[in-house]
């Protein structure tokens, strides 16, 4: 059974799925059709073992036939949990990628992220002072606490630094935003952290995923993405695999274009101060954050 060994571990809403979309078009990289298995940082996909995990995610042909096999959950840099889970599993040959945005923009789009997919209803304001109490719920619960994690996830430099002590700073390659602007110059480093040789049919030009969107019918999002009887028959009868690439197809087709309105000045001065430390200390860990002391 084929053990993933690469890793994006985040952050959400930062460009983990350009990332995964160009590992995902390397001959040698498996990446599955749902890229954000969630295994390390669910508790209740935890409990249900390794081997579940390499079964349901990495025990197709594909997987099996790859070099290397990927992991692209954008939350695993945040969750203190899968951390140590990944430091524990994983051996010397792993790599990791973490993809980094400024926090203020990664939190409003994390924000709309969450409206298109039926989770939110309160305001952006409404749901920053809320998420406190919304995270600390969804923890004693065991449940997926950074959903609403808007700040909490944006809060890169401890996370960093947990992800060095435990799995080895030069084993992550680390990501941002102006870096995804050119696929040729990406691969090529992609590559060359994964130990893959050069790839001559490199490709060329911007890359950009997962736009501003909104659904067009809330209810058919809600039976894609929520629990009901018929998706409970299709886990039974369809392979993974084809059971995703359905439900992706009919999600892009119940979508439309929609730019979220811009943040209010006070809540985006706001973040800025709430971030500034954070963003102060990335310089020590050789992250360059300048321009977001400057963003507005």
């Not at 994390?110 to 304001?125: K, M, V």
């Not at 923890?139 to 960093?160: D, V």
């Not at 209810?219 to 369809?238: C, D, E, M, S």
């Not at 979220?260 to 963003?279: G, K, N, V």
Request: positive net charge; charged residues 25%.
């Amino acid at each position: 059974m084929a053990d993933p060994s690469v890793f994006v571990l985040g952050a959400q809403k930062s460009g983990t799925t350009t990332v995964a979309d160009l590992l995902a078009a390397q001959p040698e990289v498996f990446v599955p059709s749902i890229k954000e298995t969630y295994f390390f940082c669910d508790e209740t996909l935890w409990e249900k073992g390794i081997d579940w995990y390499r079964q349901e995610f990495y025990g197709s042909g594909p997987a099996q036939e790859a070099r290397l096999c990927c992991d692209a959950t954008p939350f695993y840099l945040a969750s203190d949990a899968a951390l140590e889970r990944l430091a524990a599993y994983t051996g010397p040959e792993a790599r990791f990628v973490v993809v980094l945005r400024d926090p203020v923009a990664r939190a409003y789009s994390a924000y709309w992220h969450q409206r298109r997919l039926g989770n939110e209803d309160l305001s952006f304001e409404a749901a920053l002072e809320a998420e406190p109490a919304r995270i600390a719920a969804a923890r004693a619960e065991g449940g997926r606490w950074w959903r609403h994690a808007y700040a909490e996830a944006g809060r890169y430099s401890g996370q960093l630094e947990r992800a060095f002590d435990l799995l080895g700073r030069d084993r992550i390659l680390i990501l941002s935003q102006p870096d995804l602007r050119d696929a040729r110059q990406l691969e090529q480093r992609l590559r060359e952290h994964l130990g893959l040789p050069p790839r001559s049919s490199s490709g060329s030009g911007a890359l950009q995923a997962n736009r501003a969107s909104m659904p067009r019918s809330q209810a058919l999002q809600r039976f894609v993405t929520g629990r009901n009887p018929i998706k409970q028959v299709a886990r039974k009868v369809l392979p993974r695999e084809l059971r995703t690439r359905i439900g992706r197809t009919i999600l892009k087709s119940n979508l439309k274009a929609q730019s979220y309105p811009p943040m209010r000045p006070e809540t985006q001065a706001r973040l800025q101060e709430m971030f500034a430390a954070d963003i102060a200390a990335l310089s020590a860990l050789g992250v360059d954050a300048d321009p977001w002391k400057r963003a507005g």
